[in-house]
């Protein structure tokens, strides 16, 4: 099969979705299907993969100077070569300018529409617009994700409470829920003690780890939190945060308020072949707590290089820790969360029991396994599209 992926986020930013679709590309190639990636241009590229990628003029966005905004121009001038080219499927990943292209370029080309509902909107509101009333902002997503998913064929969805979740606004577009899952053979090795000499962290330190972005709703706030109830008992504790975005600046001026700045690193984006895995080897224990992780890869990785959990377990995140002997699940409550934390700094024997379960856990999620429940889904589609198209042919020479 040919395969179109379209988005409006993917690499070099680093965030969620582009680990997805990057994850989704290469077992696609792996599997050995065709694929071509539509991407905005951020001025650099370090892509060296095996499948295409093509990139569109974008400009800077005022208010989350992160991402892109591919330029209508750069639309127009690309639909007519898509449309020339075969696809199986078009599969989009983000609801704005990629949406836009994938459906008009299903309509010139009669091929079948997927789409990826990979973030919880909802959630963004008062956090992003925070001067819209908060029940207009979450009635307009509402309406907004209803438009965007009758757009389209099919919905993939990551957990059965993100499923939930469209289900309540009133969607019947079909719909499978899919995890994209986590390369594992990418997720082994790793040197803990490398990355502790790197950063000035003593080789008997307790070391707490989050990764990701560096978002208000990924919820490091309530972490810091945690971390000043711990250091009394810890007095050695250090908390790594690996990610980085817009929330830095108020997260940095909170450490400075609780008076946390011996504990506390920020580390920024690391290099997922390296840096990363020695990052979560260093950790006695990965934390975590966004509220609004529809997938919770990065829970996925800390399990498949054995490192002991304590998260939340919001949205996608709880399909992941359901069951999951690796992880200790608190409530979005900061001396709850503490007591669990601070079980496991005191046992390093808790600890090696749950870091012995992690690899077990993650197999579950294999990337290798979801999506070859993904091509079958996509094959379905492809297949539905050719029947119509021949189903019209025989009525037009009728």
Aim: hydrophobic share 50%.
């Amino acid at each position: 099969m040919k395969i179109l992926m379209l988005s409006d986020v993917y690499f070099p930013r680093v965030n969620g979705v582009s680990t997805s679709i990057q994850t989704f590309c290469r077992e696609l190639v792996a599997l050995g299907h065709e694929v071509a990636i539509v991407a905005p241009d951020y001025g650099s590229d370090a892509h060296a993969d095996a499948f295409e990628l093509i990139r569109l003029p974008s400009r800077r966005i005022a208010f989350d100077p992160e991402d892109r905004l591919i330029k209508a121009g750069a639309l127009r001038e690309l639909l007519p070569r898509l449309a020339k080219r075969h696809w199986s499927v078009i599969h989009v990943h983000t609801p704005f300018r990629a949406h836009q292209l994938g459906v008009r370029l299903a309509r010139a080309s009669g091929r079948p529409t997927i789409e990826s509902y990979h973030t919880y909107f909802e959630q963004y509101v008062a956090a992003y617009l925070p001067w819209l009333p908060n029940r207009l902002g979450r009635w307009a997503v509402r309406a907004f994700s209803r438009r965007l998913c009758a757009d389209v064929d099919h919905l993939l969805v990551p957990s059965q409470q993100m499923a939930d979740v469209l289900a309540a606004y009133g969607i019947d577009t079909p719909s499978t829920i899919v995890p994209t899952g986590v390369r594992l053979d990418e997720f082994h090795g790793g040197d803990g003690a490398r990355f502790r000499a790197a950063h000035g962290l003593a080789p008997d330190a307790p070391v707490l780890v989050t990764v990701g972005r560096v978002a208000i709703e990924k919820n490091i706030a309530f972490l810091l939190e945690v971390v000043r109830g711990l250091v009394a008992e810890f007095p050695r504790l250090v908390f790594v945060i690996a990610g980085e975005g817009p929330d830095a600046p108020r997260l940095a001026a909170l450490v400075e308020q609780f008076g946390l700045g011996a504990h506390v690193r920020f580390v920024g984006n690391l290099d997922r072949r390296a840096g990363l895995l020695d990052c979560y080897r260093a950790a006695d224990v990965f934390v975590f707590a966004s509220r609004t992780e529809t997938q919770g890869l990065v829970l996925i990785e800390a399990m498949a290089l054995g490192v002991p959990i304590v998260s939340t377990a919001a949205m996608g995140a709880a399909s992941v820790l359901e069951g999951a002997r690796s992880a200790r699940v608190s409530a979005e409550d900061v001396d709850e969360f503490t007591t669990a934390v601070g079980a496991l700094l005191r046992s390093p024997a808790l600890r090696q029991a749950l870091a012995a379960a992690g690899p077990a856990d993650a197999h579950a999620w294999s990337a290798s396994a979801l999506m070859r429940r993904v091509v079958d889904l996509y094959a379905r589609l492809d297949a539905g599209a050719d029947a119509r198209a021949t189903a019209r042919g025989a009525v037009g020479a009728g």
